[in-house]
């Protein structure tokens, strides 16, 4: 049986860290596209799409965004399973007709997510679980027919419309990508950041890892989608 073939549309500016965590997650053969540089698939012809997080937001007037979000559009329309992560979910929410606006503040650091309804992508995670969140956007109304599917005080964290599933979180996120893009927030004040860096740690890490079972979940459901026939 041939392994799924999955386009990972890479929203990064720096791509490194993006590339390894969703290539160590996702047990699929990738086909990674610069989304930032212009790059799209010329169709809808693989059997997953996954949307990758970025520090831009999706209400930006940058060139790269406006067809990313079309091209997402167009993904779900064609009944490809889709997920995206932080940004990606915001993008999809943007895409299918929800409402994406800034909190003026940042959600940062590990995290509880209470999980509100029994859904396939949260199979074997429990109803609250552990994520690590680095985000300043929220989406503020789900797209029409969307199912609220995770949340906190900071807003939604999940929904699906259809095979197209979005999390706020970041369940790929290394210990290493954790500090990276917690030390890059000069937003932030001093104390804010050494207090997100110190709960970078073994055990909350730990934590985290049962929500990487999404990906396995996303896998599992590309396997047995009609798109992968």
Known sequence: ??????????????????????????????VEFHAVSGELPESTDYD???????????????????PLVDY?????????????????????AAA???DVETMGEYEIGYREVEVTTDDP????????VTVFTTHSDTVTELPPGAELLAENDYGVHAFRVDDSVGVQFHPEYDPETAE???TRKGELSDERVAEVLAGIDDENYAAACEAKQLFDNFTRSVADSPAAD
Do not use: K
């Open 121 to 128: 992508i949260f199979d074997g995670v429990g109803d609250s």
């Open 48 to 66: 997953g799409v996954v949307v990758s997080g970025s520090r831009a937001s999706v209400y930006y007037d940058e060139a790269w965004i406006e």
């Open 96 to 98: 299918l007709g929800g």
């Open 72 to 92: 997402v559009a167009d993904v779900h329309d064609a009944g490809v399973p889709l997920l995206g992560v932080c940004f990606g979910h915001q993008v999809i």
């Open 1 to 30: 049986m041939s392994r799924s073939r999955v386009a990972l549309l890479n929203a990064a500016h720096d791509s490194t860290d993006t590339t390894r965590n969703f290539r160590r997650e996702l047990d699929t053969d990738l």
């Open 180 to 182: 990276r893009v917690t």
